[in-house]
């Protein structure tokens, strides 16, 4: 199991990047949380098996339909054993 913690920047709030995550986050069997912060990126951790989470942080730097990323940033960080997806 490995950690990552990401930062999205750009045009990347009012576009569904949120719940597009959380969907895919499930689709994948990786757990942790995504939320807006207020300097207006999405920030984001992803626990799970290499793969998933890999493919959570491939879909973080295009995001969806109507994203516009300009940058990501990249944190590995120890898992904490987290339960399910959510969208804060």
Do not use: C
Request: glycine letters at 12%; aromatic letters at 8%.
């Amino acid at each position: 199991m490995i950690r990552r913690r990401v930062a999205i920047y750009g045009h990347v709030q009012g576009v569904f990047f949120r719940d597009a995550t959380r969907r895919l986050a499930e689709r994948e069997g990786v757990t942790g949380w995504i939320r807006n912060r207020p300097d207006g990126a999405v920030e984001a951790v992803f626990e799970g098996e290499p793969d998933s989470v890999e493919r959570l942080v491939s879909f973080a730097r295009k995001g969806p339909r109507g994203a516009q990323v300009e940058r990501v940033e990249l944190a590995e960080e120890e898992p904490e054993g987290l339960r399910g997806f959510s969208v804060r």
